[in-house]
Every structure is written in C-alpha cells, then in structure tokens.
T-cell receptor
Framework: DQQVKQNSPSLSVQEGRISILNCDYT??????FLWYKKYPAEGPTFLIS?????DKNEDGRFTVFLNKSAKHLSLHIVPSQPGDSAVYFC???????????FGSGTRLQVQP | EPEVTQTPSHQVTQMGQEVILRCVPI?????FYWYRQILGQKVEFLVS????????KSEIFDDQFSVERPDGSNFTLKIRSTKLEDSAMYFC?????????????FGPGTRLTVT
C-alpha cells in the first residue's frame, strides 16, 4: 500500500539551515494532511496539519505546503535545531473519515 | 498538558493467548483509535471508535480483535488468540471530534511480543 510515500528515508542538515521534508500521495480522496514527529520508544507527536482547501499553513518554525495538482506536500523547518532530529511522518485522511494513512517516514538529523 | 497514556509498555505473551492493551485517552476527546507498527514497517490504522461503537476499521481488524470502552476513561484493544505476526508496537490515539480538524494525539505505545 503506497498511497502515501516519503521517498527520502533520511535527511541531514546543518543547525540553523532549512530542512525540507517531502511527501507524495496517490489517492485523490485525501483531503486532510498531517505531519508527525517521532522519537525512539515514543508515540508520534502531532506537528502541523493542512486542509486541502489551503496551500500553506504555518506554525512557528514549521510550515506545510500543499500542491494538490501534483499530489505533493512538504514540511519546512526553519531554522533547524538539533532537537528536531527525529523521524518525521506524513499522514493523510480521506474526506469524512478519520483513519490516517501514514508514509514510511524520513529520519532527519540536524548537525550542530 | 493532557496526554494519552498506555499500559503496559511491554507485553510478552505466548501464541494463542489473549491479550488486552489499555489506553486512557485525553479526557475531553470523543474519537479513539488503535494503530500498530510492525518493526520496520509503516504505522497502520486498525480501528476508530466513536459514541460507543466502531466507526471505521481496516482489513487488519478481523474477528480476532475487539475494542471496548468499559468506563468513562479507559479504551481497550483485545486480541483473542495472538499470532506471531501480531508482534508490533500498538499505539492508541484520540482526537477532539472537530469537524474541521482531524489531529490525533498518540500515546507512547505498547510493545507486544508474541512468542
């Protein structure tokens, strides 16, 4: 099941620079998208979300961009901090449903 | 800050045994969920629960699985006869029930090991 894909298993950036994490989806029924961060031995932590009626949502250092025509979303973290080092999951929900479909995750490492 | 809690953190059981995983969702949330993550694989949706009944379930959630909200605070997942392939991290989540935002808040997980 590859409805939500995160093609980069890992990403390394320098502290203070921008981190860009990407996610693609194939199911046009998805209309709500979320990003989660996960540390080892913990559950996913909600970061930011976006509805399909928007193309951008910002919360502090985190911005999510949605390109519906390309079925692509990205998470920008700026400036990146060492504490941001974690696995980031993209997730999507279909209209009227609450089940989340997750991507495989991208491991972000922020180098001091 | 309110959080979802899960017990136990690690459960070891023998194949064929019944297990019950417990969760306490965030107190004013209305939707409750179970997900699982088999080692090295994606987080997968199992079931959602609203107004004392299952609202959605996946193909994984077969007759071996059941959920219950036995009181006003707990939410449980029962696996009747565990199989080796049930070994996974099981995450409980809850959400507020807003019609415009679907954020789900996850617990720390229960690691289930079936031997």
């Amino acid at each position: 099941d590859q409805q939500v894909k995160q093609n980069s298993p890992s990403l390394s950036v320098q502290e203070g620079r921008i981190s860009i994490l990407n996610c693609d989806y194939t199911n046009s029924m998805f209309d709500y998208f979320l990003w989660y961060k996960k540390y080892p031995a913990e559950g996913p932590t909600f970061l930011i979300s976006i509805s399909s009626i928007k193309d951008k949502n910002e919360d502090g250092r985190f911005t999510v961009f949605l390109n519906k025509s390309a079925k692509h979303l990205s998470l920008h973290i700026v400036p990146s901090q060492p504490g941001d080092s974690a696995v980031y999951f993209c997730a999507a929900a279909r209209a009227g449903r609450r089940a989340l479909t997750f991507g495989s995750g991208t491991r972000l490492q922020v180098q001091p | 800050e309110p959080e979802v809690t899960q017990t136990p953190s690690h459960q070891v059981t023998q194949m064929g045994q019944e297990v019950i995983l417990r969760c306490v969702p965030i107190s004013n949330h209305l939707y409750f969920y179970w997900y699982r993550q088999i080692l090295g694989q994606k987080v997968e949706f199992l079931v959602s629960f609203y107004n004392n009944e299952i609202s959605e379930k996946s193909e994984i959630f077969d007759d071996q699985f059941s959920v219950e909200r036995p009181d006003g605070s707990n939410f449980t997942l029962k696996i009747r006869s565990t199989k080796l392939e049930d070994s996974a991290m099981y995450f409980c989540a809850s959400s507020a029930g807003s019609s415009v935002s679907y954020e789900q808040y996850f617990g720390p997980g229960t690691r289930l090991t079936v031997t």
